[in-house]
Nanobody, 115 residues
């Protein structure tokens, strides 16, 4: 099992920045892709950013140039640096990792961007 605990979400003004963290613990052998998703009220959960085991990244079109996904050297913490935040970025942000094709999810951290 893999346990994921997100932190860093809070209320921020439009144009501000936040850094989300996701701490991984448990059996991490075999963890591959690591991702951030978000879900706004009344909307489906969507992929925000992803990073592969060898460091390749991908981003949703509406966050390109504003968000940066990264990990620490041990790959036990996943980060999402969010700059130039907009009210439409308001959502519950989830950490997700894939281990031997099985997805694991955290409980989410709330990001609220005020206009």
């Amino acid at each position: 099992q893999v346990r994921l605990v997100e932190s860093g979400g809070e209320l921020v003004q439009s144009g501000g920045s936040l850094r989300l963290s996701c701490a991984l613990s448990g059996t991490l052998l075999g963890v591959g892709d690591m991702n951030w998703y978000r879900q706004a009220p009344g909307k489906v959960r969507e992929l925000v950013a992803g990073i592969t085991r060898n460091g390749n990244t991908n981003y949703a079109e509406d966050v390109k140039g504003r968000f940066t996904i990264s990990t620490d050297n041990t790959k036990t913490t996943l980060y999402l640096q969010m700059d130039s935040l907009k009210p439409e970025d308001t959502a519950l942000y989830y950490c997700n990792v894939i281990r031997y094709s099985i997805p694991f999810w955290g409980q989410g951290t709330q990001v609220t961007v005020s206009s």
